[in-house]
């Protein structure tokens, strides 16, 4: 009897011994190959950058009409979480399901022409609602762990930057806006440039501020929207109102394109004031005014490489926005970057590559075929990208002794009323 007991007990601590040793010898080792892979990478940040990021406070002002209707289910939510969670994992958990089922919209309609299946826009509502929340009490989290730094803020605002590109592009989809391919162009370009100068006007004042209808506003709309398609269908929007003759779908995009240059112009106003540094400078002590170039630049090579050819832009809208929406993203994250470690705007990044390569082979009259070179565009500038959050992510964990996924658990809540 003993020894037949005895040997499922031998297997079993065989077994154990087993994955003990896999995971001890070899998924540490993948990690560390990762890290040593990104220690080697050129450093991003200087010595005099990491310690003005240890003095940087977050700073805003403003509230949104929507913010106090939503906090009380923001801190119920907040409840659930454990102590032990990291807030920077909420940010990205929310982000990847955000990108994820906005990918459904792409993937069904490329072009952004075609009637969506009604799961889809369910999909893409609970997707957006589901970042909103996590990134809402994201930062709450970090204060009741007390574990709240630099780099949350930084990981919070980087990857609303990318979720920015998803969003817009997912909601032009939505309204069917790619029957008309210079519409839903404006449309993420607008979009994309009040995000930017949202930060542009931070990177001078050092103060993020909002306004009464803000992005809280703009994403409860949109995912209200997806949700009445998803219940109702999406034929209301091509009703065509009396007198104006115009179909309904036209007034969502009217009245986003109409807020965010409003956005765009209250955040010049506020910039054209002048900065916190020296003699009105920006809180790096630089240009208020160079800032604009970066992205002057992206809008001339989205559109010039657009408008020239007629197959890249109009036979792949959603992928030639993603593509270029991946290029900003590189480039807003570099402007937040700069703000809070009292950094300088360059004008040129490596980001740019691709768009160059696309302008490039039309002004060598195509030949390769765009498509090929727009995927490729594409990959580069993700990675790119991935490489450049990966490093100054690297830079601050190492500088600061924290990790970005990991927190010391807490055994009660801290600050538990903010």
């Known amino acids: 009897m003993s020894r037949q007991t005895s040997r499922p007990a031998n297997d079993l ?11 001890t ?3 540490p080792n993948a990690g560390n190959t990762i890290k040593k892979k990104i220690d080697k990478m050129p450093a991003i940040l200087t010595d005099i950058q990491l310690k003005n990021l240890d003095n940087h406070k977050y700073s805003s002002e403003g509230s949104t009409i929507l913010d106090p209707l939503f906090q009380p289910y923001w801190k119920w939510l907040l409840c659930q979480i454990p102590l032990s969670i990291a807030p920077n994992l909420l940010t990205i958990v929310g982000l990847i399901l955000n990108i994820v089922t906005s990918m459904l919209f792409m993937i069904y309609s490329p072009n952004g022409d075609q009637e969506l299946p009604r799961w889809v826009f369910f999909s893409c509502a609970f997707g957006l609602f589901f970042y909103q929340s996590l990134d809402a009490i994201d930062g709450k989290q970090a204060r009741r762990t007390n574990s709240s730094s630099p780099l949350g803020e930084l990981f919070d605002h980087g990857c609303d930057a990318i979720s920015t590109i998803f969003v ?10 790619g029957k008309d391919p210079w519409i839903m162009f404006s449309m993420v370009i607008i979009g994309m440039s009040a995000f930017y100068t949202a930060h542009w006007q931070t990177y001078v004042t050092g103060c993020l501020k909002f306004g009464s209808i803000d992005v809280t506003e703009a994403q409860a709309t949109i995912y209200l929207i997806y949700l009445w398609n998803s219940i109702i269908g999406s034929s209301i929007w091509l009703y065509k109102l009396p007198i104006l003759n115009l179909e309904l779908r036209y007034v969502p995009f009217i009245v986003a394109f109409f807020g965010s240059v ?17 003699n009105g400078s920006s809180v790096a002590d630089s240009s208020i005014v160079f800032p604009i170039f970066p992205l002057f630049l992206f809008v001339f090579l989205a559109f010039s490489i657009a408008s020239k050819s007629q197959t890249v832009y109009l036979d ?4 030639y926005l993603v593509t270029f929406g991946i290029v900003w993203a590189k480039i807003t994250i570099k402007l937040i970057v700069a703000h809070m470690t009292k950094g300088e705007i360059f004008l040129l990044d490596s980001c740019l590559i691709g768009p160059i390569l696309l302008l490039l082979n039309q002004y060598f009259s195509y030949i390769i075929p765009e498509i090929i070179v727009l995927c490729f565009c594409l990959i580069l500038a993700t990675i790119d990208l991935i490489k450049y959050c990966s490093k100054v992510c690297y830079q601050i964990c190492t500088h600061m002794n924290i990790y970005l996924f990991k927190i010391t658990p807490v055994s009660s809540p801290v600050n538990k009323g903010h």
């Open 168 to 177: 817009t592009v997912s909601f032009a989809i939505g309204m069917e806006l």
């Open 316 to 319: 792949n809208k959603c992928l």
């Open 25 to 27: 010898n070899h998924l």
């Open 13 to 23: 601590n065989q077994r154990l011994d087993l994955m003990n040793n896999i995971r």
């Open 262 to 278: 409003s956005s765009i112009l209250s955040n010049i106003k506020t910039i054209s004031k002048g900065g916190k540094g020296k």
